[in-house]
């Protein structure tokens, strides 16, 4: 019985362990020759599983839409990078030396792009990130590309919003020293922000917290203390939505804005009433469409998943897109010309926007504000670059 | 005014460790066992209070009992499958069994809940706020204590009084000897599983009202938090326990708050705390003054 009972255990146990494995193939592919390999590493698990598997719908949705290239078939590998670091180095690796992947998409989170980002450059193998938007991410690595802005314009813009639209003095920042997004941004935010008031006493206060916490109310007491007009708190959507609750318990209540990273349902799930208000920059809005792919990419989206679309699964579409296009024009499977071909990239319309990748690999493109009513995120502005 | 503030929210925070590592600290005095699986029974117990409250039409408050019964038996099924089978074996391979059972119930919780977060569907009479004379925080922080305090005497008078605790001493204090004087052993250790996991799935309601974000992993560091507050206190003892647990979420609070620059080494406060314990005094705070351990 007790051996039984022992067998029965291990059983379940390799089930589980054989689902949980973390690499999935989307599409049965035949023989090496005549599939073309895209690797994928985005978190599915963790602090960033919500922004990984929205950009993971998107690029499905893409291969789906557009599934040969080159009269081959396109096959997705995708990998869980459990937002960790050390994972997604092992991620993007596995998917250039064992998957043999001709061009990766991803990640999402600055830092985890960045730890793939000598390991492409050394392997010579493009990568395409759909909402990395710390300017390292590219910098001086010329195998690394991204479809969306990049920080130093949006904490300009939200730095823009807070002294125009919302007439703040003051600005208290809360971060997350782990993330290279959230770190990045807020100086980005700060140098904006000084510029805009002409003060260098404008940031009243700068303060930290690391990945995973879950308790803010030290810091945030801290914040009380400094009188802030606005809130400026780029981060997970998990962690901020617990500390926009606990800033609001602890009496703040003056506006909290964030970065892109925002963008997903289970902020506001997790916040409740309390992310009422909050207001972020992303990059891309179903309501207002840019493109005539735009649309197509909203009816394809809501017909397949049965929901509203949201940037990061635009941004991976968009990503998906931008490689196939490379490949043709290219009209090689090589991944050094299909690098050189990303490269180029000029007036490539996408769901999110026309995309041209500048030097750095990086795209120009507009920012959107939104903010949270009503349970909803409402559309508020769209923001030119210049 | 701050100081008090800051104050109010390392009570909150301590008292919440502390009803995670009154638990951990009975599964151990009794069984000399860490079960390293505390942290995931934990998550199972926040995780069934969710599936509980948003797809049944049962009342809340109801959810949260059944949710803990219903995690003190998959607890009292862990310890059958995963412990009981290395009852006779050495103390370390039922150490590394707990382990391995912390690992398979994170991943099992990853496949079946999925890795995206979930919102706690907290009842609106927690979203409370009270604000005393400028001091403002959740009706939650006032609840947990008093949960934890009133956990803490029915348990002390449970192991103290009833024959049931009686006989989870004399096992604690002599397993054979307790077996040849009749008492059911497996029946004893099922009720302390059963017990310490309940218990955990306490904390797990409690922690998903204060922190409403459920997700697979969510036990591993308040598990490993709450294991140092146990070692604090002086592990096998229950009041040690809670007593570690405020000195923990005090002590961390303070830090954060004080020191802002320190604010990375918070996690590492912990575990600083534990290294000293152990090389200062290792029996914990309570661990000789009260030589009855439960």
């Given at each position: 019985?007790?051996?039984?009972?022992?067998?029965i255990?291990?059983?379940?146990?390799?089930?589980?362990a054989?689902?949980?494995?973390?690499?999935?193939?989307?599409?049965?592919?035949?023989?090496d020759?005549?599939?073309i390999?895209?690797?994928?590493?985005?978190?599915?698990?963790?602090?960033?599983?919500?922004g990984?598997?929205?950009?993971?719908?998107?690029?499905?949705?893409a291969?789906?839409?557009r599934?040969?290239?080159?009269?081959?078939?396109?096959e997705?590998?995708?990998?869980?990078?459990?937002?960790?670091?050390?994972?997604?180095?092992?991620?993007?690796?596995r998917?250039?030396?064992?998957?043999?992947?001709?061009a990766?998409?991803?990640s999402?989170?600055?830092?985890?792009?960045?730890?793939?980002?000598?390991?492409?450059?050394?392997?010579?193998?493009?990568a395409?990130?759909?909402?990395?938007?710390?300017?390292?991410?590219?910098?001086?690595?010329?195998?690394?590309?991204?479809?969306?802005?990049?920080?130093?314009?949006?904490?300009?813009?939200?730095?823009?919003?807070?002294?125009?639209?919302?007439?703040?003095k003051?600005?208290?920042?809360?971060?997350?020293?782990?993330?290279?997004?959230?770190?990045?941004?807020?100086?980005?935010?700060?140098?904006s922000?000084?510029?805009?008031?002409?003060?260098d006493?404008?940031?009243?206060?700068?303060?930290?917290?690391?990945?995973?916490?879950?308790?803010?109310?030290?810091?945030?007491?801290?914040?009380?203390?400094?009188?802030?007009?606005v809130?400026?708190?780029?981060?997970?959507?998990?962690?901020?939505?617990?500390?926009?609750?606990?800033a609001?318990?602890?009496?703040?209540?003056?506006?909290?804005?964030?970065?892109?990273?925002?963008?997903?349902p289970?902020?506001?799930?997790?916040?409740?009433?309390?992310?009422?208000?909050?207001?972020?920059?992303?990059?891309?809005?179903?309501?207002?469409?840019?493109?005539?792919?735009?649309?197509?990419?909203?009816?394809?989206?809501?017909?397949?998943?049965?929901?509203?679309?949201?940037?990061?699964?635009?941004?991976?579409?968009?990503?998906?897109?931008?490689?196939?296009?490379?490949?043709?024009?290219?009209?090689?499977?090589?991944?050094?010309?299909?690098?050189?071909?990303?490269?180029?990239?000029?007036?490539?319309?996408?769901?999110?926007?026309?995309?041209?990748?500048?030097?750095?690999?990086?795209?120009?493109?507009?920012?959107?504000?939104k903010?949270?009513?009503g349970?909803?995120?409402?559309?508020?502005t769209?923001?030119?670059?210049? | 005014?701050?100081?008090?503030q800051?104050?109010?929210?390392?009570i909150?925070?301590?008292?919440?460790?502390?009803?995670?590592?009154i638990?951990?600290?009975?599964?151990?005095?009794?069984?000399?066992?860490?079960?390293?699986?505390?942290g995931?029974i934990?998550?199972?117990?926040?995780?069934?209070?969710?599936?509980?409250?948003?797809?049944?039409p049962?009342?809340?408050w109801?959810v949260?009992?059944?949710?803990?019964?219903?995690?003190?038996?998959?607890?009292?099924?862990?310890?059958?499958?995963?412990?009981?089978?290395?009852?006779?074996s050495?103390?370390?391979t039922?150490?590394?069994?707990?382990?391995?059972?912390?690992?398979?119930?994170?991943?099992?919780?990853?496949?079946?809940f999925?890795?995206?977060p979930?919102?706690?569907?907290?009842?609106?009479?927690?979203?409370?706020?009270?604000?005393?004379?400028?001091?403002?925080?959740?009706?939650?922080?006032?609840?947990?204590?008093i949960?934890?305090?009133?956990?803490?005497?029915a348990?002390?008078?449970?192991?103290?009084?009833?024959?049931?605790?009686?006989?989870?001493?004399?096992?604690?204090k002599?397993?054979?000897?307790?077996?040849?004087?009749?008492?059911?052993?497996?029946?004893?250790?099922?009720?302390?599983?059963?017990?310490?996991?309940?218990?955990?799935?306490?904390?797990?309601?409690?922690?998903?009202?204060?922190?409403?974000?459920?997700?697979?992993?969510?036990?591993?560091?308040?598990?490993?938090?709450?294991?140092?507050?146990?070692?604090?206190?002086?592990?096998?003892?229950?009041?040690?326990?809670?007593?570690?647990?405020?000195?923990?979420?005090?002590?961390?609070?303070?830090?954060?708050?004080?020191?802002?620059?320190?604010?990375?080494?918070?996690?590492a406060?912990?575990f600083?705390?534990l290294?000293?314990?152990?090389?200062?005094?290792?029996?914990?705070?309570?661990?000789?003054?009260?030589?009855?351990?439960v």
């Open positions: 019985m007790k051996k039984k009972i022992g067998l255990f291990l059983s379940v146990l390799l089930v589980a054989s689902l949980s494995g973390c690499a999935s193939k989307e599409t049965a592919g035949g023989d020759e005549e599939v390999k895209i690797g994928v590493f985005e978190p599915m698990t963790g602090s960033s599983a919500a990984g598997e929205m950009t993971v719908e998107g690029i499905k949705l291969n789906e839409t599934s040969e290239v080159l009269g081959k078939k396109v997705l590998v995708i990998v869980d990078n459990k937002s960790d670091k050390v994972e997604a180095a092992n991620a993007a690796s998917l250039i030396e064992k998957d043999k992947v001709v990766i998409i991803g999402y989170s600055s830092s985890l792009s960045m730890a793939a980002g000598d390991i492409v450059k050394n392997a010579r193998v493009p395409v990130g759909c909402s990395p938007t710390n300017p390292l991410v590219t910098l001086n690595n010329d195998y690394y590309f991204r479809v969306c802005f990049i920080d130093p314009f949006q904490g300009t813009v939200m730095a823009n919003y807070a002294f125009n639209d919302l007439g703040a003051k600005a208290a920042i809360i971060q997350d020293v782990q993330q290279d997004y959230s770190v990045g941004l807020s100086k980005y935010f700060i140098d922000f000084k510029k805009l008031t002409g003060d006493n404008s940031i009243v206060g700068i303060t930290s917290y690391n990945t995973g916490d879950q308790d803010f109310s030290a810091q945030l007491t801290n914040v009380k203390g400094l009188n802030p007009d809130i400026f708190a780029p981060g997970n959507y998990g962690e901020c939505a617990l500390l926009i609750k606990q609001r318990d602890l009496g703040i209540n003056v506006p909290i804005l964030g970065g892109d990273t925002w963008e997903a289970e902020f506001i799930d997790i916040g409740g009433t309390a992310v009422e208000g909050a207001v972020f920059s992303t990059h891309f809005t179903s309501e207002a469409p840019v493109t005539e792919l735009s649309k197509t990419f909203l009816s394809d989206y809501e017909a397949k998943y049965k929901k509203e679309a949201n940037a990061f699964a635009a941004l991976g579409y968009d990503a998906y897109m931008v490689i196939l296009d490379a490949i043709e024009r290219a009209n090689s499977t090589d991944s050094i010309k299909i690098k050189e071909n990303i490269a180029t990239t000029k007036d490539f319309v996408g769901a999110t926007g026309t995309i041209t990748l500048d030097t750095n690999g990086d795209a120009v493109k507009s920012a959107v504000i903010k949270v009513d349970g909803k995120f409402v559309y508020l769209t923001v030119e670059p210049n | 005014m701050n100081i008090l800051h104050i109010t929210n390392g909150s925070l301590g008292s919440l460790y502390a009803l995670i590592a638990g951990y600290t009975m599964v151990y005095g009794i069984l000399r066992l860490i079960n390293f699986a505390h995931d934990f998550m199972l117990g926040a995780y069934i209070t969710y599936y509980g409250v948003l797809f049944t049962i009342p809340w109801i949260f009992i059944l949710a803990a019964v219903v995690t003190g038996i998959i607890g009292l099924l862990l310890e059958k499958l995963a412990y009981k089978p290395l009852r006779g050495p103390r370390i039922i150490l590394i069994s707990a382990i391995g059972a912390s690992f398979f119930l994170e991943n099992l919780g990853i496949v079946v999925g890795g995206r979930k919102a706690f569907p907290t009842p609106d009479v927690f979203n409370k706020v009270i604000n005393i004379r400028g001091v403002s925080t959740g009706l939650v922080t006032f609840i947990i204590p949960v934890t305090v009133l956990l803490l005497i348990l002390t008078y449970f192991i103290t009084k009833t024959k049931t605790g009686m006989a989870m001493r004399a096992l604690s002599d397993y054979e000897t307790a077996s040849l004087m009749g008492i059911n052993i497996n029946r004893i250790i099922s009720i302390t599983f059963f017990i310490g996991s309940f218990l955990a799935a306490v904390g797990g309601i409690m922690w998903g009202i204060k922190f409403p974000q459920l997700m697979p992993l969510m036990g591993v560091m308040p598990g490993l938090k709450c294991f140092i507050a146990a070692v604090i206190g002086g592990i096998g003892n229950i009041t040690g326990a809670v007593i570690g647990g405020f000195i923990l979420g005090l002590g961390e609070i303070l830090l954060v708050a004080l020191l802002p620059g320190l604010t990375g080494y918070r996690d406060f912990a600083v705390l290294i000293l314990i152990l090389l200062i005094k290792p029996t914990g705070l309570m661990g000789e003054k009260i030589a009855e351990k």
